[in-house]
């Protein structure tokens, strides 16, 4: 199996705090999609980005930013200015770059944000 | 666009009963769905593969005539439960897979099933 590893199972920082949240991930597909989701309490999956294999330019979107790197296997995961609403379980996931392929998920991060 | 429901939210079940959980694409047609459990604090893990018009696809340990799925169109997967145990409490979530471009996926918001 191409399993996705999360090796932070729980971080806390205060709030304001800036958070790296890590991933690091197994494939042998030339093409495939990494994903991150965050999970609130509710359980209900809330996607923040999709990356495919092709693209290692870096994002941003206004606190949340992802930095890529196929040379390590790599797909982290920062949150800025960290606020009590960020609190959540997040997962990084992968999947191949063809349509039969379910997501791979890592074991998730839970993330406390302490006010 | 791209709604995917799951009904019901919630259910509770007695040990030995069975349970069926939907799984619909509102605005879209999905020829293929996946089936995920969540035991507490721990991660989504893919039970199977459903396709339309065909057998589903189950993962390794995976039990396919305990976890019966039926994809009989293309806005639709079912997932029954049968003879459920307490061990078989948990939260289902599906994910609908567009059938063109880069075949995205996306979440229902799950449904927690609790056997007693």
């Known amino acids: 199996a191409q399993k996705v590893t999360q090796a932070q199972t729980e971080i806390s920082v205060v709030e304001k705090e800036d958070v790296t949240l890590d991933c690091v991930y197994e494939?042998?597909?030339?093409?495939?999609?990494l994903f991150w989701y965050k999970q609130p309490p509710s359980g209900e999956l809330v996607f923040l980005i999709r990356r495919n294999s092709f693209d290692e330019q870096n994002e941003i979107s206004g606190r949340y930013s992802w930095n890529f790197q196929k040379s390590t296997s790599s797909f982290n995961f920062t949150i800025t200015a960290s606020q009590v609403v960020d609190s959540a379980v997040y997962f990084c996931a992968r999947r191949s770059g063809g349509g039969a392929d379910g997501l791979t998920f890592g074991k998730g991060t839970h993330l406390i944000i302490q006010p | 666009g791209a709604v995917v429901s799951q009904h019901p939210s919630w259910v509770i079940c007695k040990s030995g009963t069975s349970v069926k959980i939907e799984c619909r694409s509102l605005?879209?047609?999905?020829?293929?769905m996946f089936w995920y459990r969540q035991f507490p604090k721990q991660s989504l893990m893919l039970m199977a593969t459903?396709?339309?018009?065909?057998?589903?696809?189950?993962e390794q340990g995976v039990e396919k005539d305990k976890f019966l799925i039926n994809h009989a169109s293309l806005t639709l997967s079912t997932l029954t439960v049968t003879s459920a145990h307490p061990e078989d409490s948990s939260f289902y979530i599906c994910s609908a897979q567009k059938t063109s471009g880069i075949y995205e996926q996306y979440f229902g918001p799950g449904t927690r099933l609790t056997v007693t």
């Open positions: 459903s396709n339309e018009g065909s057998k589903a696809t189950y």
């Open positions: 605005d879209f047609q999905a020829t293929t």
């Open positions: 494939t042998r597909d030339t093409t495939y999609y």
